[in-house]
């Protein structure tokens, strides 16, 4: 099993970023997919996460409104997109499958002026 995330990197407060996560090594489409962040000194947090078909949902509430995950299937590929970037929002964001049993190597967010 794979998850490999791209995407991150230095945004000014109030941009975007879309992280993708392209994952191998099982079958895609049967799992839920998450995405976590981990800020300097604080704990690993769920941001967000999305069902096997993609028809349900999940935001922290940090992040709702703001944030959107997705996915393709067909691709074997999860996104979150980030709008309106704040600097709280600065962490490495990791995504994970099949209850949390695989993860990432992880992408830098920088939200900074």
């Known amino acids: 099993v794979q998850l490999v995330e791209s995407g991150g990197g230095l945004v000014q407060p109030g941009g975007s970023l879309r992280l993708s996560c392209v994952a191998s090594?099982?079958?895609?489409?049967?799992?839920?997919m998450r995405w976590y962040r981990q800020a300097p000194g604080k704990e690993r947090e769920l941001v967000a996460q999305?069902?096997?078909?993609?028809?349900?949902?999940y935001y922290a509430d940090s992040v709702k409104d703001r944030f959107t995950i997705s996915r393709d299937n067909a691709k074997n590929t999860v996104y979150l997109r980030m709008n309106s970037l704040k600097p709280q929002d600065t962490a490495v964001y990791y995504c994970?499958?099949?209850?949390?049993?695989?993860w990432g190597q992880g992408t830098q967010v920088t939200v900074s002026s």
């Open positions: 994970s499958s099949r209850g949390d049993r695989d």
């Open positions: 090594g099982f079958t895609f489409s049967s799992y839920v």
């Open positions: 999305i069902s096997p078909a993609g028809g349900t949902t």
